[in-house]
C-alpha cells in the first residue's frame, strides 16, 4: 500500500524538479538526504504519486519505511512483503529475481539510515543495494538521515544535493495553510525564526498556533523552548524524538566527542570557520573527526560562507539536554578576547576586524553564557571582554550592546576596584548612545575607586 500524498507542499519545487528529469532519462538511483525534520519523505511521497511517476511505473510503485528493518533478512522480509511474497527465511535472491523477470518498476526505501548505519551489519544492505540497483528497469530511490549516500551503488548524476531549510516565503506559505494568514506578521516571523525554516518544525508550530495563536505559542516558548512541539509519538510529530534519532546515529556514537561539538556549536549563531575551529584550539580531541561526523549526519552544516553551523531548533534542543560545559568555551573566549584586545590596539590603523565582525553574535552568546554564570575562574575575563566588545561595538557604529548595561551588578559584587573604574570609564564614554542622568555622581566614584590602584592610562581616559 502507497502511503498518501503530502497534503502540503511548497519549497521542494527545484528537488522535485530535478527528480523528475533524472527519471525522464531512464531508471534513477536517488538517494534524499538531509537531517531529521527536512521533509524527506514528504518529498519522495510527492514523487510516487506525481503523474509522470504514474503513468510510467503504472502500480508498480512501492514505499517501503525502514524503520523496523535491523539486518538484511529483515529488510528482504519488509520489501517482500510489499511485492507479495510469503514470510520466508530469505527474500534477497528471490526478490532480486522477481524484480528481474518483471516489468518497470519503482522501489522507495524510506529511512534507509535505520537498516545501513550499524558498522557490523553495513557490508550486507550495501551489498543487497547493489543487486538490487542492478536491475536495469528498476527505479530506486532511498531517503536518509546524513549527507552521505551508501557506496557500492552507482547514484545517477547529477547526485540530489541533502536537503535545506525551506526558503522564507515557502516557509510562510507551509505556515498560512495550516494556521491561516489573519496573525500579525511581525509574531509570524519570530515564530518561523524560532524552526530555521526546517520543515517538521514549521508543521507542528504552525498547528499549535492554529489551536492557540502566536502570542501564547512566542510566550510558552520561552519556556519551553522545542519541547512545546515534541508531544507526539513519531519522529514525523515530535521534533525532539527526530533529533535524539539523529542523535543516537551509530555515525555520532562512533565519534564519541562529536556531540561536545554540537554543544559548542549551539551557542555559536554564527558558526565557525575551519580556521577558527583549529586556530581557537577548543579541548575536543580529534575536533576535525568530529565535524565530518556532525556533517555526515547532517546534524551541522556549511553555510554559504562556509562556517559551520546548527539549525535553531538543534540548537535549543542541545541546550535543553547538553548544556555547553565551561571547559569547550573558555578557549574560545580567550581566543575573541585576545581579537579584541588586539583590534583594540591598534585601532586608527589597517587593521580589519572581518573576523570579529563575523563572530559578533557568538562573542554576545559566548559572554552572556559567562556572565549568567558568575561562579567561575574566568570571570573577571568575561567581564573585560564585554567591556572590550562594548568599546569596538561603539568605534565600529554599531553602538552599545545590550550586555553593557547588565554589568552593574555582576561588577559591583566583585570587589575590584580596577574592574569599576573601568566600568564607569566605559559608561561615561558611552554618553552619546546612552546619556548619563547623574554623570557628577558616577565620575565621583570611579574617582574613589582610583584611591586603591594606579592606573595612568585609565585615569586619563576617565579625564577625557
Known amino acids: 500500500m502507497l502511503p498518501s500524498e503530502p497534503k502540503i ?9 530535478d527528480i523528475l528529469k533524472l527519471f525522464k532519462e531512464g531508471n534513477p538511483r536517488i538517494a534524499i538526504l538531509g537531517t531529521g525534520g527536512m521533509g524527506k ?13 504514474v503513468v510510467k511505473y503504472e502500480k508498480h510503485r512501492f514505499f517501503v519505511a525502514c524503520d523496523s528493518a535491523t539486518s538484511k533478512v529483515e529488510l528482504a522480509g519488509l520489501i517482500g512483503t510489499h511485492l507479495g511474497f510469503k514470510p520466508g527465511t530469505d527474500l534477497m535472491q528471490p526478490i532480486v529475481q522477481h524484480l528481474t523477470m518483471g516489468p518497470p518498476c519503482l522501489l522507495i526505501l524510506d529511512n534507509f539510515e535505520t537498516v545501513w548505519e550499524p558498522l557490523d551489519s553495513r557490508g550486507d544492505i550495501e551489498e543487497f543495494l547493489s543487486l538490487l540497483s542492478d536491475v536495469e528497469h528498476l527505479g530506486l530511490i532511498i531517503t536518509m538521515r ?4 551508501p557506496a557500492k551503488v552507482h547514484w545517477t548524476r547529477p547526485f540530489l544535493p541533502s536537503l535545506k531549510p525551506l526558503e522564507q516565503i515557502a516557509a510562510e506559505q507551509t505556515f498560512f495553510d ?4 489573519n496573525h500579525n506578521p511581525d509574531e509570524v516571523k519570530k515564530v518561523l525564526s524560532l524552526t530555521d525554516n526546517m520543515p517538521l518544525a514549521i508543521n507542528l ?3 499549535l498556533v492554529d489551536l492557540e495563536g502566536c502570542s501564547n505559542v512566542l510566550t510558552r516558548w520561552e519556556e519551553d523552548k522545542t519541547a512545546l512541539i515534541s508531544e507526539g509519538y513519531d519522529k514525523r510529530s515530535n521534533l525532539d524524538l527526530s533529533i535524539s534519532l539523529s542523535l543516537s546515529s551509530p555515525r555520532i556514537q562512533s565519534v564519541p566527542h562529536s556531540q561536545e561539538l554540537l554543544s559548542l556549536l549551539s551557542i555559536l549563531p554564527d558558526g565557525l570557520s575551519d580556521i577558527e575551529l583549529v586556530q581557537s584550539r577548543i579541548a575536543i580531541d580529534n575536533i576535525l573527526t568530529c565535524k565530518a561526523a556532525l556533517l555526515r549526519t547532517a546534524l551541522a552544516y556549511y553555510d554559504e560562507h562556509k562556517r559551520l553551523k546548527v539549525l535553531a531548533p538543534i540548537r535549543e534542543y542541545m541546550h535543553k539536554t547538553q548544556p555547553t560545559q565551561a571547559y569547550l568555551i573558555q578557549p574560545l573566549l580567550k581566543h575573541f578576547h585576545e581579537l579584541l584586545q588586539l583590534y583594540l590596539k591598534y585601532h586608527g590603523t589597517q587593521m580589519f576586524p572581518a573576523t570579529l565582525v563575523q563572530n559578533l553574535a557568538n562573542i554576545q552568546s559566548i559572554l552572556r553564557n559567562r556572565l549568567e ?12 571582554c564585554t567591556l572590550h566588545l562594548n568599546i569596538f561595538s561603539e568605534l565600529s557604529g554599531r553602538g552599545t550592546i545590550p ?25 561615561i564614554g558611552s554618553w552619546r548612545h546612552s546619556p548619563l542622568s547623574n554623570p557628577e555622581t558616577v565620575a565621583t566614584e570611579a574617582l574613589e575607586h582610583f584611591k586603591h590602584f594606579d592606573d595612568p592610562d585609565l585615569k586619563c581616559r576617565l579625564y577625557i
Open 373 to 384: 554564570q558568575q561562579d567561575h575562574s574566568d570571570l573577571k575575563d568575561s567581564i573585560y
Open 205 to 207: 508550530i504552525a498547528n
Open 9 to 17: 507542499f511548497h519549497g521542494r519545487e527545484v528537488e522535485l524538479s
Open 178 to 181: 495550516i494556521a491561516e494568514d
Open 41 to 53: 519523505t514528504s518529498l519522495a511521497r510527492v514523487v510516487v504519486h506525481h503523474q509522470e511517476v
Open 403 to 427: 550586555l553593557f548595561h547588565q554589568l552593574h551588578n555582576v561588577i559591583a559584587h566583585s570587589g575590584d576596584h580596577r574592574l569599576q573604574a573601568h566600568f564607569i570609564t566605559d559608561l
Open 146 to 149: 546524513g549527507a552521505e549516500r
